[in-house]
């Protein structure tokens, strides 16, 4: 068994399939989510249960959180019974989900207060790539921290890069999905205006999956369109956040707006749907 006791906060889409990833690796892995229901699938393969996330430090060297946004950083750190209100001196604190290089920094400084170290370490993929440990693992922090981590973001990304200090990962992060949001508003117009002229969905995505701008993004999100299925890997109204974010720290350009007033007015009706649910905003 790897020696390393990790500690997981966070179980959602992502959140399940990348914790299954480190049991899987024989690491003892302590999970915390606020719904204790989706604690019962990872309980069932090996992991243990920590009622608080300082229950949860307590008994872990390396915690990795991948929560929804910079409300729930807060919380977990500052809540009453959250991280910062147990002993977190030598520990390593990994934050994977997407937040804001702001809210990185914050943290970052005050996990140093206390002798503990922060890297921020979002991911590019999709629930499938986490269930076949498969994704892009985006780091910004301490080189010495990010070596020591490496192996176990190796477990759930096919590459961990180091971008450099705190906030770059999470910039990096920002800047892919400001262009998925493109590329996917760009995908739901061209669908749309190929029907508005006569050309079925399928003989479109036919000619574009075997084109020169084919991608594994098109082809996924085409059946999506084909088989008229929503259901979320990546909800729509995350895309909205992850876009102001984008914007708090200086994006700016013609597309960006235009993708962001999109998504934006499809939230209201579609934002629990997933991402590629765009395309009814497009076609109304």
């Known amino acids: 068994m790897n020696t390393t006791k990790i500690g997981w906060i966070g179980l ?26 989706k604690e019962t699938a990872l309980k069932e393969i090996g992991a243990s249960i920590a009622e608080t996330p300082k229950n949860l430090v307590s008994q872990t060297e390396v915690v990795i959180l991948m929560v929804s946004d ?8 500052n809540g009453p019974e959250g991280l910062f209100s147990a002993e977190i ?9 997407t937040v804001s290089p702001a809210i990185s920094k914050e ?24 269930e076949t440990g498969q994704l892009v693992i985006m780091v910004g922090g301490d080189e010495t921290a990010f070596g020591q981590v490496k192996p176990i973001l190796e477990k759930m990304g096919k590459m961990a890069v180091r971008l450099g200090d705190t906030g770059a990962g999470n910039v990096a992060k920002l800047a892919i999905n400001s262009l998925l949001a493109l590329y996917t508003q760009g995908l ?22 075997n084109g020169a701008i ?3 993004f098109t082809k996924i999100k085409g059946d999506a369109i084909i088989a008229d299925n929503y259901k979320p890997t ?36 579609y934002g629990e749907e997933d991402l590629i649910a765009v395309i009814k905003q497009v076609k109304e």
């Open 214 to 216: 084919a991608n594994i």
């Open 107 to 130: 943290m970052d400084t005050l996990c140093k207060e206390k002798g503990a170290q922060y890297l921020d370490a979002p991911v590019s993929g999709s629930v499938k790539q986490a």
């Open 70 to 77: 910079d409300a729930a950083i807060k919380q977990i750190f």
């Open 12 to 37: 959602g889409n992502m959140g399940i399939p990348m914790a299954e990833q480190l049991i899987k690796a024989d690491y003892a892995v302590t999970v915390y989510n606020r719904s204790k229901d």
């Open 89 to 97: 001196s030598g520990k390593i604190v990994i934050n994977m989900s």
């Open 188 to 209: 739901a117009e061209t669908v749309v205006f190929a029907n508005q002229q006569g050309i079925e969905t399928e003989d479109l995505l036919n000619l574009l999956n």
């Open 234 to 269: 990546f909800a729509l109204k995350h895309i909205v956040k992850d876009l102001n974010l984008a914007k708090a720290i200086g994006l700016d350009s013609p597309l960006a707006k235009t993708a962001l007033n999109t998504f934006e007015a499809a939230t209201a009706k």
